[in-house]
């Protein structure tokens, strides 16, 4: 069983930044692919970006190309999602979620309880 926890959401102006951070209980993280998602209201949970198990694969949806930023410290078991230029449109539930495989293949196998963004105009 994997346990992931992320913190870092909030309350933020339009424009501005956040800085999502996933913390793994997985002994063996450095070997397997996360991603950050999102599910706003009334929304299907979407893909916002993927990293490959040593970090040098990412995957960004079109919305956040050049806004947001994934990367992840393995010695540290922690993936982060670096947000900027947010807009109201990103207002959505982030959950960070856990791959069984290097690549982000498939439904990732486990997810974080979610944590709350939203930006105000």
């Keep these: 069983q994997v346990q992931l926890v992320e913190s870092g959401g909030g ?3 339009a424009g501005g ?3 999502l951070s996933c913390a793994a209980s997985r002994r063996s993280f450095g070997s397997y692919a996360m991603g950050w998602f999102r599910q706003a209201p009334g929304k299907e949970r979407e893909s916002v970006a993927t990293i490959s198990w040593s970090g040098g694969t990412t995957y960004y949806a079109d919305s956040v190309k050049g806004r ?4 992840r410290d393995n010695a540290k078991n922690t993936v982060y999602l670096q947000m900027n230029s947010l807009k109201p449109e990103d207002t959505a539930v982030y959950y960070c979620a ?24």
């Design 11 to 13: 309350l933020v102006q």
């Design 68 to 71: 947001f930023t994934i990367s």
């Design 17 to 19: 930044s956040l800085r």
């Design 98 to 121: 856990a791959y069984t495989t290097t690549q982000p293949i498939g439904v990732p196998e486990y997810w974080g309880q979610g944590t709350q963004v939203t930006v105000s105009s």
